[in-house]
C-alpha cells in the first residue's frame, strides 16, 4: 500500500500566522496509482473539555464543551491524475492567514494543557475512489503570535518579595514548627516573558526543624464557560527543585526556572476561556510523619510543608 507522508519546511514546526506553512507531501508506492485530487487542510481550534475536577457535574460536561474553530483552509496541491512508482514529492506553500479570510477568533498560540488544549493542524488526503482505501497523514505546526501583536520587551521583569513563617500558613502545622518557627524570605518574578526564565533568589533565615527540600511549583488555572457556570481548575505543569537537605542559614540561593514550551502560553482570558498561571514554593521539613503518610498532590497542605503561592503573568515579547 502506498505510504503518505507531510515534511514541514522547519524542523522546529514553529510559525507566525503571518508566515506561509511551507513544506513537501512526500508519497511513496511500488507501483503506479490513479489519484482524485491531493487536498491539504489546514485546521486551528480551542478543544476544551472538563475531567477530574467538580464532583457530581463531571460526567455531564465531558464532550459538552464545543470545540472554538480559530481557522479551516482546504487547499489542492495536485489535481486528478497518476503517480508514478517510487518517491513522489510535492511542494506547497499555504498562507495560515489569509487575506480576507473568515476567522472566527484570533490566533491564539500552540497551548497543551489538562483542560484546554490549542491545537493547529494539518492534514493532507489522497483521494483514491471507491475500491481503494484514500491515505491520511496529519502532523501539528506550532503557532507563535505575530511580531506586530508582540509587546515590546519590558526592560525587567517584575518581583515580588516574599516571606514564609509559621504565621503566614493558613492550614494546620507540627507543634515543633509552630512554637518554634521559622522564616523563610526572598523574591520572584510575576511577570515573565515566555522567552525567559523565572528568576529570583530565596534566604532561609532560620529553622527550628530541619529542611528536608524546598520546591518551586509551575501551577496552571484553566477556567471554562459552561452555560452560565465558570468551571476552573488547577493542575501542576512542572516542579524544580531549589533546596535539597537542610540548607545553610542566611545563604542566598538563586531562583532559575525555564519554562517548558507547549505546556505554558501567553496568559489569556478570552470570553469562553481563560489561561492563567502561579508560582508556588513549598517548603518540605524533616518529619518522621512524611515517611508513613501516602504520597498524595504536591498542592495538598500537611502538617509538615509550608508554602506561598503567588500569581503568574506570563507574556510574549519582541
Not at 506553512?21 to 490513479?34: A, C, H, Q, Y
Not at 472538563?50 to 479551516?72: D, F, H, Q
Not at 475500491?131 to 515590546?152: N, P, Q
Not at 492563567?276 to 514554593?281: G, L
Request: charged letters at 20%.
Amino acid at each position: 500500500m502506498p505510504a503518505l507522508e507531510i515534511k514541514l519546511s522547519r524542523a522546529s514546526r514553529i510559525y507566525l500566522p503571518s508566515e506561509p506553512l511551507e513544506g513537501k507531501v512526500i508519497l511513496k508506492s511500488n507501483s503506479s496509482f490513479s489519484q482524485y485530487g491531493v487536498r491539504l487542510s489546514v485546521n486551528g481550534s480551542v478543544n476544551m473539555q472538563v475531567r477530574g475536577g467538580s464532583a457530581g457535574i463531571v460526567e455531564s460536561l465531558v464532550g459538552a464543551v464545543k470545540p472554538i474553530t480559530i481557522m479551516n483552509t482546504i487547499a489542492e496541491v495536485r489535481p486528478p491524475g497518476r503517480i508514478t512508482s517510487g518517491t513522489t514529492e510535492i511542494p506547497f506553500s499555504i498562507s495560515i492567514r489569509q487575506s480576507g479570510g473568515d476567522y472566527h477568533e484570533r490566533f491564539y498560540e500552540t497551548f497543551h494543557g489538562a483542560n484546554i488544549s490549542i491545537q493547529y493542524l494539518l492534514t493532507a488526503d489522497v483521494m483514491r475512489g471507491y475500491l481503494h482505501k484514500s491515505l491520511s497523514a496529519t502532523m501539528e505546526f506550532i503557532v507563535k503570535s505575530d511580531k506586530a501583536e508582540l509587546l515590546e520587551r519590558p526592560v525587567s521583569s517584575e518581583m515580588v518579595i516574599f516571606y514564609i513563617t509559621q504565621d503566614t500558613q493558613k492550614h494546620p502545622l507540627l507543634p515543633e514548627l509552630k512554637s518554634g518557627g521559622f522564616r523563610v524570605t526572598g523574591r520572584i518574578s510575576t511577570l515573565c516573558s515566555l522567552s525567559d526564565p523565572i528568576s529570583g533568589e530565596l534566604v532561609v533565615e532560620n529553622s527550628a526543624v530541619p529542611i528536608h527540600s524546598i520546591d518551586i511549583h509551575l501551577l496552571r488555572i484553566e477556567s471554562i464557560l459552561f452555560g452560565e457556570r465558570i468551571i476552573t481548575e488547577t493542575s501542576l505543569v512542572q516542579t524544580t527543585q531549589i533546596v535539597d537537605g537542610d540548607i545553610c542559614r542566611n545563604m542566598t540561593l538563586p531562583i532559575y526556572i525555564i519554562l517548558p514550551r507547549l505546556l505554558t502560553c501567553p496568559t489569556s482570558l478570552a470570553g469562553p476561556f481563560s489561561i492563567e498561571f502561579k508560582v508556588s514554593i513549598v517548603i518540605t521539613f524533616q518529619s518522621e510523619l512524611s515517611k508513613v503518610q501516602p504520597k498524595s498532590d504536591p498542592r495538598t497542605p500537611r502538617l509538615w510543608v509550608a508554602m506561598e503561592t503567588l500569581p503568574l503573568e506570563l507574556i510574549r515579547t519582541r
